[in-house]
């Protein structure tokens, strides 16, 4: 067609390039430089956290899920037990919320709602476990400890909660852990003071180890974006040469060497297919009297001008416009025969005419003009692409000679042999 078929999209200055520039400052040389993005980066990356950790909380779930369940069997073991209460809490509070917030991470739509969802879950968990504490039936009241040093640090790790959900979490487990043991259980002082430093130190541990995992994922955020807009900058910078390669920087048509590689694909798809190929040059009437008399910059102007309008006619796949050389065109026409070439030419010849290009030092009409040579074939397999560039070319000298600003048709017909038909107006 006559829009070369590269979309090449130059990233120019806007959000994208201002997330990469921010991206760069961030990770610097020796490191990030904050914990948090700045916008639009950080919300960039809440997404990105998403769904890299989805795997890993739903993961985490099951198995928290499957753990607090197979636990009860030690709420069997423990004499006497409250089990009433203990399988209660196990089996009608915390298992279902934990079902819960597994189908919660399968509604893609609610997703950005999952780490707030994920802490609640977390919550019931603990508080579930605290609660097992106040119904512990050992004197020490110290049975499930080992219950919250676990889930604290899999909220920090194996869950993926982030950090600040994480602390909240903890913050919140410790100081209903420690109104049970002091105001309810009175759990004695040795013990409370060992259990406590042994969750603040089990929530420091977590606390870093979940830091460096969201240091991690934000550097390797950071990376994949600067990598992605290298690599799309890269394939530009490729499409860019190869359009600038094929094209024509003037007129923005394809140049000769697109119309060689264009005319090869269709002539071979036209002799599989025994259909009609047709071919049309145009040449810009008295175009160095233009020149000569109004300047290149009016020169060039001009051309723009003829070569967007011929353009036009490329409608079709397969069809390709192009400048030939200095003020000489030519378009391609797939599936096209020579009665209806002839009729884009002669509509390709008014349409110039209608710009109304003032061209004074024209003897033709006083505006900018065109002339035409069309020649059309159904090649064979013995008959050569040349031969169709050759008869339009003639044409398109005949129409020179009849008084340019006119159309004039020549084929070739292919059946085994090429035959020649001499070239007449058509207009």
Known sequence: MHNLDINVNVIAPGP?????????????????????FPEPLES???????????????????????????FGLVDGLLLPADRAHMWFIRYAVVCPTV????????????????????????????????????????????????????LIMGAFTFVSLRLRYAIYWAVVTTLAYEAVAIYVNHTDATILIQNTFSIVATIIIGAFSNSLMENYLRRDFLNTNLLEHENRQLQNATLELRRLSISDPLTGLGNRRHFEVMLDQEWQRAVRSESPIALIFFDIDFFKNFNDNYGHQAGDNCLKLVAHELGRFARRPGDTAARYGGEEFVLLLSGIGLADAATIAKSCRKAVEALQ?????????????????????????????QQLVETADKALYRAKLKGRNTVVASSRQTDGRARQVYPQAVN
Do not use: W
């Not at 994208?16 to 948090?36: C, D, F, P, W, Y």
């Not at 119904?135 to 400890?145: E, F, M, R, V």
């Open 16 to 36: 994208e390039m201002e997330m990469v520039q921010k991206a760069r400052e961030t990770l610097g040389e020796g490191g990030l430089k904050s914990i948090r």
């Open 44 to 70: 960039a990356f809440n997404e990105y956290y998403r769904d890299k950790t989805l795997k890993h909380v739903r993961v985490a779930l099951l198995t928290g899920l499957i753990l607090y369940a197979v």
């Open 99 to 150: 079902i819960a917030g597994l189908a919660f991470t399968y509604c893609p739509q609610l997703r950005r709602f999952m780490q707030p969802v994920v802490s609640l879950v977390m919550l019931v968990g603990s508080l579930g476990i605290v609660s097992m504490v106040y119904y512990d039936p050992t004197p020490t009241k110290n049975y499930y400890y080992s219950g919250l040093l676990l």
């Open 357 to 385: 290009i003032q061209h004074s030092h024209s003897p033709v009409a006083g505006v900018v003009t065109v002339s035409a040579g069309v020649a059309g074939m159904i090649p064979g397999l013995d008959a050569d692409r």
